[in-house]
């Protein structure tokens, strides 16, 4: 018992994981996703590290370590199964939580509001997604977020060699898992509010040497490496990726306005938390709420000046969001008794949304699924929020109410989308027809339906194709009599129509890329 008192946290926040993780096998893979896999099976397949591939061509538009990661993860785990390749990533969600409590200690929460604010960081939406929909995000803002808790340490203490070498090498891992994105967008953005907030950073020139040296070397060796092996590769992939900001997904300046939406079931919370220091005493005086404001203010306008814009690059902004939501939320456990319920509106409201979406969302699964413990436990939990609108109690009780809320629907969500395409094609179809064959495409594919191949596929033109037997991947819609117009010296042994959607047309999540043909061609 004195264990579970000690290190309750950690364990309420383990379960949370763990419960997301038996949903993470139902959530199909990505284009994303598919890069980073596909690249890390390449590598444990062709033992090529230190210079990644994708379907046999470089891969030097990401730095290599979350790849590195996931392929470690297959390696020791010795399966394929998609969860050992999510592994990695949802180890650095557990991070993000981790650093999040023991931010919140720093800034003065005590350890009940801390657990409660790592409970909000793991359970924002986006923080979630953002493994499914762009891996390499959250590992680098995962070390960024690891980095600036002991620099925060070393500026309300004191700096010293070993924090200074631990601060540099985890802004290194930072950079070696997406470049310096999450210096602009998450350290840039902290030293300017501390700044701000207290006027000074107190860092010796010989601190800021060592944490810039150990820094640079660690997160540009493989740069340099690459450099050194591949210097035309990484030149012209560098300088498209580097267009791409300027000339690429074009959005205007205010695209990030609408940032707290991300934060999924802490919506109306985030916002108001963001807004009360400014407009209530009792908030303002807390400098520390006033740095997570600014926090997230800088980082969105920083987000907002570069004209490329995506939605999954809001993504580190919710975690200063998750913690300036805690000052509001243990604003409101402390004073909700003294105001009038007019004034506690935002929070009424959040619960309101929150009851609707927990009745709404199992009814559904259950008119379509029948019963289950998930959807029972989900209902009830959205109507027990009436009585604590009743009683008006919002107290730490209620928020991890609204954590368990949250991991009932996690498993309910992904259910309602999971294979319901009837027409899905297993690879059990045809994976031993096309085992010792080549794979060729008359078009580019992209990564997830290399992925779902689970082969590399050339892409060359058939006339220059030498093999007596080999497979061709194709949009076209060949037949026996009109192959032999384009070819004549090729007969069509086999042809399977592939689709490996894993949702259908009427859910709005068809996907043409995934759609296609594949035949096994023979010449004369």
């Not at 205010?254 to 963001?274: E, K, M, V």
């Not at 699964?365 to 289950?372: A, C, L, Q, R, W």
């Amino acid at each position: 018992m004195s264990f579970l008192k000690k290190y309750y946290f950690l364990i309420i926040i383990l379960i949370l994981l763990i419960y997301s993780i038996s949903t993470f096998n139902l959530i199909e893979v990505g284009i994303m996703e598919a890069r980073n896999f596909q690249t890390a099976q390449e590598m444990v397949e062709d033992n090529n590290w230190l210079l990644p591939t994708l379907n046999g061509e470089p891969r030097y538009q990401k730095p290599p370590l979350p790849t590195w990661l996931t392929a470690l993860s297959v390696l020791l785990f010795n399966s394929k199964s998609i969860i050992f390749y999510r592994i990695p990533a949802i180890l650095l969600l557990f991070i993000i939580g981790i650093t999040s409590y023991f931010f919140s200690l720093k800034i003065k929460f005590n350890k009940n509001e801390s657990l409660i604010n790592g409970l909000i960081t793991v359970s924002s939406i986006y923080i979630i997604a953002i493994i499914f929909e762009a891996p390499w995000d959250i590992f680098a803002h995962g070390f960024m977020f690891l980095a600036i808790y002991f620099l925060f340490s070393s500026l309300e203490n004191k700096f010293n060699l070993k924090q200074n070498i631990l601060i540099g090498l985890l802004i290194g891992l930072s950079i070696m898992s997406k470049g310096p994105i999450s210096i602009y967008v998450l350290l840039i953005p902290f030293l300017l509010s501390y700044l701000l907030v207290y006027k000074k950073i107190n860092v010796s020139i010989s601190d800021l040497i060592q944490i810039l040296f150990v820094s640079i070397i660690s997160g540009s060796l493989w740069y340099v490496y690459v450099y050194i092996q591949d210097y035309q590769t990484l030149l012209d992939t560098t300088s498209q990726e580097t267009k791409n900001w300027f000339n690429y997904n074009l959005k205007p300046f205010y695209y990030y306005w609408d940032f707290f939406i991300n934060s999924g079931i802490w919506l109306i919370p985030a916002i108001t938390s963001l807004i009360l220091p400014f407009i209530n005493s009792k908030i303002s005086i807390n400098k520390n709420h006033l740095l997570t404001c600014y926090w997230v203010i800088i980082s969105v306008i920083l987000l907002s000046l570069i004209p490329e814009k995506k939605t999954r690059y809001i993504m580190p902004v919710l975690i200063p969001l998750a913690l300036n939501t805690g000052f509001y939320i243990n604003y409101i456990i402390k004073y909700s008794k003294q105001k009038s319920i007019s004034s506690l509106w935002p929070i009424y409201l959040n619960f309101i949304l929150i009851s609707i979406a927990g009745i709404i969302i199992p009814a559904i699964y259950i008119y379509n699924y029948g019963f289950s413990f998930f959807s029972t436990i989900t209902i009830i939990i959205a109507l027990s929020f009436i009585y604590n609108f009743y009683k008006r109690e919002f107290d730490k009780v209620v928020y991890l109410k609204i954590i368990l809320f949250f991991t009932m629907i996690n498993f309910i969500l992904p259910q309602m989308y999971s294979n319901t395409n009837t027409n899905y094609t297993s690879t059990d179809l045809f994976h031993q027809d096309i085992k010792e064959l080549k794979l060729y495409s008359d078009y580019k594919i992209t990564a997830d339906l290399i992925w779902n191949l689970n082969k590399k596929v050339r892409k060359l033109e058939l006339s220059k194709i030498n093999d007596s037997i080999f497979v061709l991947i194709s949009n076209k819609n060949f037949d026996a009599k009109n192959i032999n117009i384009i070819e004549n010296k090729l007969l069509i042994k086999k042809k399977i129509k592939l689709n490996f959607n894993t949702t259908t047309e009427e859910n709005n999540r068809y996907r043409d890329r995934l759609a296609t043909n594949l035949y096994i061609l023979l010449k004369k």
